[in-house]
């Protein structure tokens, strides 16, 4: 059983892009403007002097280090904890150190993408080698100086020092560090000895953002650059028929109307005028395959009423254990499909010229974007250059890249360098959705044991990934078994912040919730005695530890006083594995008026080494709000291949009075960091609806959870 994931870097893999052809380090050398804390340093470090440098550390003569952060930031805060493991082992002053976003570079850099909750652990190994190697040629440079063995010196804060006492700053030495072989197992720091990770510190970009500097991928500009807006098929299963772009050519600041594939692109000097322009667009559409929401429910029933399934994992003999059973338990749960509504709406950048092809702007995915890009435009990937903006949000939206292609096209069909913008309308009506899911969970009761488990699943477009049945309750039960079923749909659905698991999660820690009832049995304990069965499980699928699960679960019984609340608070509790982390929640919730309000959410985490305790925190509470409120209010439905809702003003999202206080608690321990951008939104939902049942008796088997309560307001 894994009762701890590690990372798989090769150090001779992470070597390879530390040396330069003449034997050269990881490090270039700012000596201009990176001499001044306060200078800001460009994105496009290719108009600097030290081009043949690797791209992760630089140190001036002062001694002030610029990292650069490769991952995509959406908010997670990697561009400030991935920046402070390579500070950590480099042994600099945090002070010291800007950091500045770095371009998608295949050659230096790997996995450069925001997804999975997996960026933290990638390169948990690597860039401390990083940091650790700098460090140490430092050293060696200092130790040629004085005619002394590295092994008398030593290294804080940019001060190497030796045993006389003599002090030299890195800035004096890593000119001759730049000329030293690369040293071969070089010591990692143990974890007692952190300076830096563990720490509180602030985001790196907070005063750029709470001041408005330009940041997001709205925000860009560049010489001569155009906004495009696009019309795109108001339902899924349209084709353009034809268009009329008359009255749009007459909008002041429209420059041109071009179609491309089954869209128009209006062209203006501004966003106003070129989502005017579009408005001003009169199209025709032919119907194909339209699709509503109404169909997709009577489809995705008969799904889990047929018998045409893929088993995904089988443990035992279910079939004779529901035989057997004293009373078998069955119950069925239904979620909507769910747009991302990320703050910042897509847009990109693009500019194809013959030379190359230049992109900018939010993405995910950098990499398999320059590919399509290059796909598309029958280019070669090393002559197209993408550039990383801050992100307002991604959630998974910004995964998949259709505005960067968008773009491109555009500006390789005008010649122009186009920016494309999409309205909030656009946003929430052009997909990708999360896709509409029903589960079905059957459970066999013998002798007060749960002893047999079958989930089934019916999605759009697709099922759970692979891991996922591998995940609690397998190795728990001795007859378990997980299928899945799908419905091919032209409506674009894709990953949603913790794909499957935001929804899994509720159905599953609702019906446990409903077996511990049955059996009379605490919650809380029902999962606790459960876990014991997986703590000596061989099986290696089995992702999750069973004793990490239970440190984490009693550690938020302890937080939140489960079970001695006061007087009128009702406590529900959930517990999920998601993403390599560990996570355990439980929501009070009074009455008022007869109406459940959320008061507080308690939440315990196992995420291993936790870098940046002020990012952890944001994190899942944010995870946890988000997780409350989709569960609670969230809602999108579609009629005839149109989406009904088109923004805020009829889409439901939870409102700031709504918002519990949420408080977060980790557990401590030694073992490599694993991701925190996901995991603490699934058990959000299971842990308030088992509250509210807790409050009211009233079982919750839909998302959102007002429309079975009745009720379209929850205060908070």
């Known amino acids: 059983m894994k009762s701890q994931i590690h990372t ?39 108009n600097l002097n030290f081009n043949d440098f690797n791209a992760f550390i630089k140190i001036s ?33 945090w002070k010291m150190v800007t950091v500045v976003q770095g371009a998608l570079d295949t050659k230096n850099f790997t996995r450069q993408v925001a997804g999975g909750s997996q960026s933290i652990r990638s390169c948990w190994d690597a860039f401390r080698q990083t940091g650790a190697t700098t460090k140490q040629m430092l050293i060696n440079a200092a130790a040629k100086k004085w005619n002394v063995v590295p092994s008398s010196c030593e290294a804080s804060k940019g001060i190497i020092t030796n045993g006389n006492g003599d002090t030299l700053g890195y800035g004096e030495v890593v000119k001759e560090a730049a000329l030293l072989q690369v040293p071969e197992n070089v010591i990692l720091k143990e974890s007692k000895d952190y300076t830096i990770i563990g720490q509180e510190i602030v985001n790196v970009d907070i005063d750029k953002i709470i001041t408005g500097k330009p940041l997001f991928g709205l925000d860009y ?63 025709i559409w032919t119907d194909d395959k339209l699709e509503s929401t109404e169909n997709h429910e009577e489809i995705l029933t008969k799904i889990l009423d047929g018998k045409k399934f893929k088993t995904e994992r089988e443990d035992g003999d279910i079939k004779q254990a529901f035989a057997k059973a004293d009373k078998v338990i069955e119950r ?66 910004r995964l998949y890249g259709d505005f960067a292609l968008e773009a491109a096209e555009i500006s390789s069909l005008t010649n122009k360098a186009i920016k494309v913008v999409f309205s909030r309308e656009d946003d929430m009506t052009a997909g990708t959705y999360r896709p509409a899911i029903k589960y079905r969970i059957k459970a066999a009761l013998k002798d007060g044991k749960v002893t047999a488990y079958h989930l089934k699943e019916a999605a759009i477009n697709g099922n759970m990934y692979g891991l996922i049945p591998n995940f609690f309750p397998a190795g ?21 912040r913790a794909p499957y698991t935001n929804f899994l999660a509720f159905a599953e820690q609702s019906f446990f919730d409903e077996l511990a009832t049955e059996l009379g049995i605490d919650t809380i304990q029902l999962r606790l005695d459960l ?35 006061k007087e009128g608070v009702y406590q529900g509790f959930a517990a999920y594995y998601s993403h390599n982390t560990h996570v355990a929640e439980i929501a009070d919730i009074i009455l008022k008026d007869g109406f459940p309000v959320i008061q507080k959410v308690t939440a315990a985490v196992d995420c291993g080494i936790v870098v940046n305790p002020t990012g952890a925190r944001n994190q899942v509470e944010g995870g946890v709000l988000d997780g409350i409120g989709h569960a609670m209010y969230a809602d999108f439905s579609f009629e005839n291949g149109k989406p009904k809702d088109k923004n805020f003003d009829t889409y439901r999202l939870i409102r700031m009075q709504e918002t519990p206080k949420v ?45 079975e309560l009745k009720k379209s307001i929850v205060l908070g």
């Open 531 to 565: 876990l014991q069965n997986v703590k000596n499980n061989t099986d290696e699928k089995i992702e999750y530890s069973g004793q990490r699960m239970e440190d984490t679960i009693k550690l938020v019984r302890e937080k939140a006083n489960w079970g001695n609340s």
């Open 221 to 283: 500009k560049a010489d001569a650059m155009i906004i495009a807006s696009v019309l795109r098929p108001p339902a899924f299963g349209q084709k353009l028929e034809s268009f009329d772009d008359t009255n749009a050519k007459n909008v002041n600041g429209v420059l041109e109307v071009i179609k491309f594939g089954d869209k128009v692109a209006v062209l203006a000097n501004s966003t106003w005028a070129a989502m005017k322009g579009k408005k001003a667009l009169t199209a």
């Open 332 to 397: 069925t749960y239904h979620s909507p499909f769910l747009p991302h509504n990320c703050l910042e709406p897509m847009n990109f950048y693009a500019n194809v010229t013959a030379e190359k092809v230049h992109l900018v702007g939010p993405i995910q995915t950098p990499q398999w974007t320059v590919n399509r890009v290059a796909e598309l435009l029958k280019r070669k990937p090393e002559e197209i250059h993408c550039e990383m903006t801050r992100m307002g949000g991604g959630f998974g939206r």
């Open 663 to 707: 408080e977060v608690h980790f557990v401590e321990n030694n073992l490599s960091p694993t991701g925190l951008g996901e995991p603490g939104l699934p058990p959000a939902g299971g842990a308030v609806a088992n509250a509210i049942n807790a409050a009211l008796g009233n079982r919750i088997y839909s998302q959102p959870f007002y429309k």
């Open 8 to 46: 798989n870097f090769s150090r001779r893999n992470f070597l390879k892009t530390s040396v330069l052809a003449s034997g050269g380090m990881l490090v270039g050398f700012n000596l201009l403007s990176a001499c001044k804390p306060e200078a800001v340093m460009p994105v496009d470090i290719n």
């Open 61 to 93: 003569d002062e001694g002030y280090v610029t990292i650069f952060s490769p991952n995509p930031e959406i908010g997670q805060g990697v561009k400030t904890s991935m920046p402070m493991i390579i500070a950590e082992e480099l042994d600099v002053d």
């Open 476 to 496: 728990c039960i001795p007859n378990y078994k997980v299928d899945t079923g799908s419905y091919n749909s032209n409506i674009t659905t894709g990953a949603w």
